[in-house]
């Protein structure tokens, strides 16, 4: 099993130029989200899927929208990147949504985004 | 306002020292709290998590400690090797609706030889 992966592992984009992170899980998780990481920060939620078909905005939704696009697959799109969304994005999975008692959050390894 | 403050920010030691991480919260209505590794350039993995009823959790060298009266975790790392340097993340769950996660920003240890 591979777990969780993302891709691309690195990307740099210009001001204005917009790009789709991709993300894929085979562990038959029900819940997937997206998280930015930045310097002397916590992992910050930019949206979450509950399950198959449901999105829901997170604590830092602006400038992102994504597509569930199967049980598997949940994707995130910067329509217009800004130097502001440079970071480093990770996908996470889970059985079930958010961390009750045994749904542990699996995570990728990782987008590194730079916006010039 | 639900917040995970982690200390210190950094930390060196020498290989075979013991270390321990703090981890304090005002998340409330608390569920859980996880402790999770993250190596440079990997996403974070779980090490240990604990309820309000559980006051230590061990994986391996790995030691972690709950007070939920006081609000406060810590990780203790037990004869540390060169594979521990990694950044430690403190995340607690709060229970309820929107059950969501609360991080703290991490302790970056290095372990040097």
């Known amino acids: 099993n591979a777990g969780v992966t993302q891709t691309p592992k690195f990307q740099v984009l210009k001001t204005g130029q917009s790009m789709t992170l991709q993300c894929a899980q085979d562990?038959?998780?029900?819940?997937m989200y997206w998280y930015r990481q930045d310097p002397g920060m916590g992992l910050r939620l930019i949206y979450y899927?509950?399950?198959?078909?449901?999105?829901d905005k997170g604590e830092v939704p602006n400038g992102y929208n994504v597509s569930r696009l199967n049980k598997r697959e949940f994707s995130l799109r910067l329509e217009s990147a800004a130097p502001s969304q440079t970071s480093v994005y990770f996908c996470?999975?889970?059985?079930?949504?958010?961390?009750?008692?045994?749904?542990?959050?699996?995570f990728g390894p990782g987008t590194r985004l730079t916006v010039l | 306002k639900n917040q995970v403050e982690q200390s210190p920010q950094s930390l060196i030691i020498l290989e075979g020292k013991n270390c321990t991480l703090q981890?304090?919260?005002?998340?409330?209505?608390?569920?859980?709290l996880r402790w999770y590794k993250q190596d440079t350039g990997r996403g974070p993995v779980s090490l240990t998590i604990m309820t309000f009823s559980e006051n230590t959790k061990s994986n391996g060298r790995y030691t972690a400690t709950l007070d939920a009266d006081t609000k406060q975790s810590s990780l203790h790392i037990t004869a540390s090797q060169l594979s521990d340097s990694a950044s430690y993340i403190c995340v607690v769950s709060a229970s309820g609706a929107g059950n969501k996660l609360v991080f703290g920003a991490g302790t970056i240890l290095r372990v040097k030889s």
């Open positions: 899927s509950a399950s198959e078909g449901t999105t």
């Open positions: 562990m038959n998780h029900n819940s």
């Open positions: 996470a999975s889970s059985e079930a949504l958010w961390d009750a008692r045994g749904n542990e959050q699996f």
């Open positions: 981890c304090n919260y005002t998340v409330s209505p608390f569920s859980n």
